[in-house]
Nanobody
Framework: QVQLVESGGGLVQAGGSLRLSCAASIRTFSSYAMGWFRQAPGKEREFVTSISRWTGSSTSYADSAKGRFTISRDNAKNTVYLQMNSLKPEDTGVYYC????????????????????WGQGTQVTVSS
């Protein structure tokens, strides 16, 4: 089975930074596109960012994340990262790591239905 384990969440003041990690128990990790979503209480899960399979040469960001967040992957460590800078209170939520199997997909990157596996989530709280 595939397992994704997030870490690095916590409480930070507005303007601060956090780096989230997602350790993946996927033998063919590099063949999976990876992403991060977040969910605030009472709201639906929303897309934050994604990174393409293999070398991760292509990345996508939600408008809310552009310029502040950076996704990266380390295939040797089976890990994907989310560097979050200039955090705002509206960034508060549970952040979920997700993985997409290799293969063609016509579902948008921002659609949760595109992805096959999810981590348990890690809480990020940004205080004002």
């Amino acid at each position: 089975q595939v397992q994704l384990v997030e870490s690095g969440g916590g409480l930070v003041q507005a303007g601060g930074s956090l780096r989230l990690s997602c350790a993946a128990s996927i033998r063919t990790f590099s063949s999976y596109a990876m992403g991060w979503f977040r969910q605030a209480p009472g709201k639906e899960r929303e897309f934050v960012t994604s990174i393409s399979r293999w070398t991760g040469s292509s990345t996508s960001y939600a408008d809310s994340a552009k310029g502040r967040f950076t996704i990266s992957r380390d295939n040797a460590k089976n890990t994907v990262y989310l560097q979050m800078n200039s955090l705002k209170p509206e960034d508060t939520g549970v952040y979920y790591c997700t993985a997409e199997k290799s293969g063609s997909s016509y579902i948008p990157l921002s659609d949760v239905a595109r992805y096959d596996y999810w981590g348990q989530g890690t809480q990020v709280t940004v205080s004002s």
